[in-house]
């Protein structure tokens, strides 16, 4: 269970008018499987090789018989689960008989399908490379790596003479292994060991281009999707993930789907199902839409597939497909050119919701509607210190600030008044289950009717909102998200920074209820402070 960060000064503007596939445009199959999991019940004890074997083999005959029905449904790419093969929670001791050597594709060509005798104890690869070959489609999976060290050579190498690593594996349509990817960012896995360097690993396809692999917990620092995307130009990701829900802020699909739409992605995202670590939310994710599956009390899989288009910049040529090329993290306006015109952010009005000159002061509620200026309160929210204020009346224009860092909204209710909602900032180190740097405007229905109860765990909401959010960020990598009753993932009708030099996002028109509503600034610099 991990993640490993990146850039996501969102794209916003840019995505108006373009929501689906189109003939003339490229485009291709793509897969995602959430696997509920078979488990070891006791995974910190250590088990003979057939053992394991003979438990990895039960989530493999599901990858096997998926892989088949999703190549059936004309999938050219199958993406499966981080801990999906062998489950986790193990020590470094007792997942040593769950470990193969997985060969680097970049010095090793290999087929374990078509040449299985060429590397011992490779059952598992076997596997996955025939799963691929047989139906003729490239496959991503997740599995424990063992490779071998020499602490005269390299004086990171752990004391046992191996590294083990949380390793995603990609096969091509022949059963090749084409790409290997060990996991940055490591999320309380104590099998496993930081790799000496952050790796950057693509892959090729006949179909759709370059695709970059990262896992998990990677997707909320820095490296290496940041260079991933940004530097090296990837446009399209596949993200094994066993990622714990946790709401308002970071579910897997609410966050998923802000990722690929901030910064202008395709995402191939396959979560495991384990109800009782809170895991499930998968996805396929392009910057216009999704097909996502979300089931905290199912007691099956799901296989998702979708025909998405084609982004990988090399492959899409002049015209209209070019319309699909974002240029993603456009950097924060003090360090960049002047904002466009077309860019800038338009003044909104609380009481008309239509552009304005001049919008009411911060503050602002109908008198018929308040009695009175709302006071600002503090609230936990996924263990942070935020500072809230309680929304008002049908209407308002609300400031709430952690220090220097504010947030601002205007807001309009469509339906009757009946659920507490507040605007939150926070402006600060986040140092439970990880530590990195946050700035984070929020706006959250709260799960009572008590100000104490904002920032709790809710998936539904009645309130209709429009609304329009903006905040003083300083770093450039804001991810904008906006989740509905029902885990309905929503996304803003624009974003982007405006000529004031905030980032923004407005929604209207919503037909489900607001759950949450986020601006999620990532401060990657500041994460070692």
Known sequence: MAFCGF?????????SGVHSVRAEDPSYVAAVYEHRVVLNPDPREPVERSAALEHMNHNLDVFEEQTALAAKQGAQIIVFPEDGIHGFNYTRSSIASYLETVPDPGRVTWSPCADPDRFQNTEVLHRLSCMARKNRIFLVANMPDRQVCDRLVDPLCPLDGQYQFNTDVVFSNNGTIVARYHKQNLYFEAAFDTPPKCEYVTFTTPFAGRFGVFTCFDILFREPVVTLVK?????????PTAWMNQLPLLAAVQFQRSFSYSAGVTLLAANVRA??????????????DALHHHDMVGETGKLLVKRVPVLDPSLVGDGAGKARLLVPFSGHPKADAAVEESEKEEPWSASTFSPMQSGPEPGYCP??????????????????NFTLVALQGREGNLTVCDGSFCCHLLFQ???????????????????????????????VRCIGLEKESCGG??????????????????SEYVYAGVLGSGMTTDRPDRSGWGSNGTFYMTRTGMTTGLVTAVLYGRVYEKDSM
Not at 367 to 384: A, H, L, N, V
Not at 457 to 474: I, K, N
Request: aromatic share 14%.
């Open 367 to 384: 008198k018929e509607d308040c009695s009175e200026e709302p006071i600002p309160f503090t609230s936990t929210m996924m263990y942070d």
């Open 7 to 15: 850039t996501a000064a969102v794209l916003a503007v840019w995505l």
């Open 457 to 474: 765990e809710t998936e539904h909401a009645q309130t209709l909102v429009d609304f329009h959010m903006h905040g003083t960020f300083s």
């Open 275 to 288: 109800a009782a670590f809170g895991m499930t939310g998968s996805g396929i994710f392009t910057p216009w």
């Open 231 to 239: 530097d090296m130009g990837i446009r399209q990701l596949v993200y």
């Open 413 to 443: 209710r469509r339906t009757a008044e009946g659920e507490l909602y507040a605007l939150g900032a926070f402006n600060g180190l986040h140092v439970v289950h990880g530590t990195y740097y946050l700035e984070v405007c929020a706006l």
